[in-house]
């Protein structure tokens, strides 16, 4: 199977790009594996004619905005995220309304739509940086209410409001302060994504985004308690194979599980699902998730 797969890759001259959480067995297969905002980067610099996003809809359809002249496909349509569905359209337009000063700040697990409608994007690695670099004093910030807690005690000078206001991953929310206790009788350092709720986030000894998770393990340390999906912790033991990382079980993301070996070879072979997406949808969002990667420059 993985033979076929790499041979259609390059018969495609197909690019695969995986998130973090997939499955180990499709990281190994994949050209890019990383965050949101490493995937995001990478999708807009990627030349090849078909664009394969490992991943869930809105990685996909960011790939698609920042490089809309590429064929970019799932292999599984269904792969959702419900915290994307938490933030709609009408929801900013209404907030909008009633704070006609604020910036809106919208985060890369969010609908195409959503995006078209934000002054710029962010992702949990950046943003801290991405609020502070607007002028505004009032910041709509959706879908997830536990990263914008976050971004609020990082920028106390900034009033962020979330939109909604219950907006969250379920994974993360999962992580409770039992989980807290039971990794502090295990000894070593506590890392937190910053989706997981503010009593975690205060009690925890790091807060890191993916992308940071992996760029913060190398080198020798103490063992990890890594309060992210149980993948992140696949990953890491990879990577450092000389460090002691520890994972919650429970932590699964089901959408980030949809694609299998044999979806991936059949996605390659028939070219679907491809990600469509209006011309006037796709101008506005890339100019939004634009302005985030300016901020990051």
């Known amino acids: 199977m993985e033979m076929e797969i790499r041979a259609?890759?390059?018969?495609?001259?197909?690019?695969?790009?995986?998130?973090?959480?997939?499955?180990?067995?499709?990281?190994?297969?994949?050209?890019?594996?990383?965050d949101s905002l490493e995937l995001a980067v990478k999708a807009k610099e990627a030349e090849a004619d078909l664009i394969v996003i490992c991943?869930?809809?809105f990685m996909a359809e960011t790939a698609k905005i920042l490089n809309p002249e590429r064929k970019v496909i799932i292999p599984v349509l269904d792969a959702g995220c419900p915290l994307a569905d938490f933030l709609t359209p009408d929801m900013i337009r209404?907030?909008?309304?009633?704070?006609?000063?604020?910036?809106?700040v919208v985060y890369a697990n969010s609908t195409a739509e959503s995006k078209a409608l934000a002054d710029i994007v962010c992702t949990s690695a950046n943003a801290v940086k991405v609020v502070a670099s607007l002028p505004n004093d009032t910041i709509l910030f959706g879908p997830d209410s536990n990263l914008a807690a976050y971004v609020q005690r990082e920028l106390p000078d900034k009033t962020i409001i979330?939109?909604?206001?219950?907006?969250?991953c379920y994974v993360h929310t999962g992580f409770t302060l039992v989980d807290v206790e039971a990794a502090r009788r295990k000894g070593g350092v506590i890392i937190c994504h910053p989706e997981c709720p503010p009593e975690i986030q205060e009690r925890s000894d790091l807060i890191a985004s993916t992308?940071?998770?992996v760029r913060g393990a190398a080198g020798e340390g103490e063992p990890w308690s890594v309060?992210?999906?149980?993948?992140?912790?696949?990953?890491?033991?990879?990577?450092?194979?000389?460090?002691?990382?520890y994972e919650k079980p429970e932590a699964i993301c089901v959408d980030m599980k949809k694609i299998s070996l044999d979806d991936l070879r059949q996605a390659l072979e028939?070219?679907?699902?491809?990600?469509?997406?209006?011309?006037?949808?796709?101008?506005r969002a890339r100019l939004a998730i634009e302005r985030m990667i300016a901020v990051g420059a």
Do not use: C, W
């Not at 979330?162 to 969250?168: C, I, K, N, Q, S």
């Not at 149980?230 to 002691?244: A, F, H, Q, T």
């Not at 028939?270 to 101008?283: T, Y």
């Open 8 to 34: 259609l890759k390059t018969q495609k001259n197909a690019i695969i790009m995986a998130h973090n959480y997939q499955p180990l067995e499709i990281q190994a297969l994949a050209d890019v594996v990383g």
């Open 55 to 57: 991943g869930v809809r």
């Open 94 to 104: 209404e907030a909008k309304k009633r704070h006609p000063d604020a910036a809106v």
């Open 162 to 168: 979330p939109l909604p206001p219950g907006g969250h």
């Open 211 to 213: 992308g940071g998770m």
């Open 227 to 245: 309060f992210t999906e149980r993948e992140m912790v696949s990953r890491l033991r990879v990577l450092y194979p000389g460090r002691i990382f």
């Open 270 to 283: 028939r070219e679907e699902h491809e990600i469509i997406l209006s011309r006037e949808v796709m101008d």
